[in-house]
């Protein structure tokens, strides 16, 4: 693994890089959870739909364990962005 | 059995306690942090990065608040960790004049005890955030609120432990403490290992009554759920965060927090808001009893998303992307707890911060690593002593 | 909306959230929606135009979108109600008797109190990541098959597809029908992933499949240029000094896909994490419920499977539902689950399907341990079926059809379909009853010559492009071969072609005797050529020159 494959840009909504997220499974990280609060990955638009699996092969391959042992961030309303105008109205 | 030896042991690694194994190992006492989940992922995992002083009861709270905040000012330079410390100042929002009546009193309660405070007019404070509604009669405003990234803040702190040569365990939780002749003398862990230590501290937030029980000293925290959403990356529309009268009563007035204690289904909203350096806006909040759920309702996030609509109509065009919640670690009285206990010497209690947690951090670490290492905190802090609640237990 | 209570509400209007609807509704449910979050309904079906696998009771042969046509036109006539535009934003109360679904439009929030729901969100794409993957141009095979198939887009003019399962390969075809140049598919394994006859399409067309091979690095400076493909060892380590580059505008990922599950995940429905299905999955009995009483799955957010199964499973969770609600009795529900269970196992049968089948039987067996064994007589006859390999008509086994130097006079059928895939489509499709298929349907084909007329008409049918119709006695220098033809321009009678064999490599030049089409055919032509006759065996495909002034 060299130079240029660590700045590949994983998370694209936050635009983390490989890198970013290797540093913070270096400090402890063990689930895409501590990752994400670590470095913002997974709190873009997506929510980590495209960046939960990408994160979980790194995480599987630093600390290994398989894909499936390591579970996956729980889903949180909304499952879809929502404008806030939405919810204006009647009770 | 595996074995170990260090100074201290502190039993939660949230901001809490991460600034307190800070402190220590600043100071060159060996501390060993134990973690039963991970970065980040309790309660101050889910909290906002408001440091609000404002919205400190006005007594030994808010004066230990204002000198956590000079306390911040020397840990955003020392630490090399950046957790985008800001001093934004602060406003809460008055809708009505029977809410100014109330604040009016409130300010002047809070100037009594130092802190730079005042109301200011509509229009003034519209100045301060164009967004803001018009359909106010006036905020207050304090110069001297923050705002943090509490993810980072805790990170740093732990790096900056491990930097110091103090011990991170993540994952690993405390199963009992060793107590002789009324002195702490070791902890066990769910790992089989056993430590050997001097001290023992119960930062253990949500949890510190369990811990507490390990050594049968009375710690009353419970845990109240506050929801919060998260708005999609913004412009800068909101330069300072904010908070609202109701907000402040459900927090600081007993009556109401009676009236809450026997309703746990109610949600009873107020509104804190922020927008991060990233962009986002946290938006809460809630205070519900229901134990340790840390689900989000339907009902909260329109509740949340309808008062942030009315103070910043501007919002609406803005898309929520997640909801969340937090567990604020809460007392019966409102009051932290924070002290060595009575009944066994060298286990010091730092717990049950409720909302406060994120403006009084550094503050505790600071006190805690003072009372281990000179016997004494820097100044009376009677009035948090675990020492009240001897002999009322739970119920 | 607000105040009704729907019997079933069904999340996902693909084909398994579709015939789940029509199912319940046939079998007396009286309030059935089906939500989508998309602006139309259908799923995954508007843009899938080629001809579907399976039985006739799967719609065997007939082109995805057409299924959704006829799908949506029964839901309509069944009185269900469909809404677009709405995306399901959170389940609360999912444990109580009446759910609550939250709905969020364009303008507005709403709620649908529902007794049953329906969990059918399908699956998302995965993607990969290397150096240049975020460029412009590199995209989902799916994305771009939406936007070829739906918004007549192409993705690009050169493209290099990643991945040769059956959507990888299905999609790279659809390419080549767009008039796109597909310069190769790319696949890690060292085989092919997806049906032989998929590959076998776009082979005889030219495309290089290039297997042990990856993309290490897509380049370009705003979008993509070049895309480095690079060699793998059997441990699947690059080989030094193996980089291949390819011109590319686009690179389409075919990296599999991973079901929808943050519903039921939200619901607080109990997953387990299964390869074979593309990782979490919904634990649910055999009659598609889930550990949360009154929610069931069916489709790809149960496990990436088929359409075919898709459809199984959402009838099969529609018979739950009516039976749960009251409209039919356990036993009547218990029969003809039991049948869709058998025709599940045979779908799922084989080389392809046996993994699946052992993953689907184990979903339910853990379903059971976790709800700790209870209503054990619906469970008894789910445990009266067979699952292990159903008994089959065993000399139809490895009996590849005719050579083409079968001294017969006249046309005969040749059937290049060597795989036990889910398939009858041409049992269903000869007039004649020459070709045997039998139960299971993954049997490979058997051809009897004395009934082979040589019509044609397999040809046609085959959804797989896999039959071709050979007359060696055309005349004494030359054959004659059909094949599907689905490209444009349209051949022409008379017209000089050059022939490609089964690589795509150049043959012979051929001749174009006779073009039939057919409404029936539904737009695969069957174009016979007359070839030298030593080229016969080879001949699989014409590359038709475009006309002048066209």
Known sequence: MNEGECQVVICRCEEVTEEEIREAIRKGARTFSEIKKITRAGMGICQGKSCQRLVNRILAEMTGRSVEQLGFDTPRPPLRPIKLAVFKGTD | MPELKTEVVVVGGGLIGSSIAYYLSERG?????????????????????????????????????????????????????????RQTGGMILVENNSELELMESFVRSQKENGLDVKIISVKEAREKCPSLTENLVGTTYSP???????????????????????????????????????????????EGTKIATDFVVNAAGVHAHEVGAMVDVNVPVMPKRGQVIVTEKLPELLPVPMLDVKYIMAKVRPSARKEAASKPEKLDVGLAIEQTVAGTILSGSTRELVG????????????????????????????????FSGLRPCTPDGYPIIGEASTVRRFVVA??????????????????????????????????????FDGKQLS | MIGRIYDMTVVGSGPAGLTAAIESSRLGCKRVAVIDENFVTGGQLFKQIHKFFGSKDHYAGIRGFRIGELLLKEVSDLGVETVTNAAIIGMFDAQADIKRLVTAGADRVGEILSKKVLVASGAMENTVSFPGWTLPGVMGVGAAQTMMNIYRVRPGQRVLVLGAGNVGLIVAYQMLQAGIEVVGVVEAMSRIGGYQVHADKIRRMGVPILLSHTVKEAIGKEYVEKVVVVELDENQKEVPRSEKPFDADALCLAVGLTPNTELTRLAGCKHIFNRELGGLVPLHSERMETTIDGIYVAGDVAGIEEASVAIDEGRLAGTSVAEDLGMISSESAAKTSKERWIRLCELRSESFGEPRKRAKISIVEEYWKVKGNQMGSKKRWFTEINTERAPSAK??????????????????????????????????????????????????????????????????KCPGLAIFVVDTSYSEKEATVSLPYEMLPVPEVGQEVEVLGKLGGFVCKGKVIRVVHTKDFDETRVVTISVPKECATEARFIRVAKRSGK
Do not use: W
């Open chain 2, 29 to 85: 006492i060996d501390v060993v942090l134990l973690e039963k989940s991970g970065l980040c992922l309790e309660t101050s995992g889910a909290c906002s990065g408001m440091c609000f002083i404002q919205s400190k009861k006005p007594g030994p709270t808010l004066r230990l608040a204002l000198k956590g905040l000079e306390e911040y000012d020397i840990l955003r330079k020392e630490l090399s960790y950046p957790f985008e410390y």
């Open chain 2, 144 to 190: 001297l609120d923050c705002q943090i990234d509490p993810l980072n803040l805790n990170v740093g702190l732990i790096e900056g432990v491990k930097k110091n040569g103090g011990t991170i365990l993540l994952g690993v939780s405390a199963e009992k403490i060793g107590v002789k002749n009324g002195e702490i003398k070791s902890v066990e862990t769910n």
């Open chain 2, 292 to 323: 340790y759920d840390t689900g989000v309702t339907f009902q909260a996030m329109t509740a949340i998303a309808r008062i942030m609509l009315r103070y910043l109509p501007v919002l609406e065009n803005f898309a929520m992307i997640r909801a």
């Open chain 2, 351 to 388: 717990a049950g911060h409720e909302g406060d947690g994120v403006a009084l951090a550094p503050i505790t670490g600071k006190i805690v690593s003072e009372i281990v290492a000179r016997g004494a905190p820097p100044f009376p802090i009677d009035e948090f002593s675990p020492k009240r």
């Open chain 3, 395 to 460: 000399a139809s086994r490895n009996a590849p059809s005719i050579k083409s130097n079968d001294n017969r006079k006249g046309p005969r059928a040749i059937i290049e379909c060597y795989q036990e895939i889910p398939c009858n489509a041409c049992e269903t499709g000869c007039n004649f009853g020459a070709i045997k298929v039998g139960f299971p349907m993954t049997n490979l084909p058997d051809l009897d010559l004395d009934r082979c007329k040589g019509c044609g008409i397999c040809v046609a």
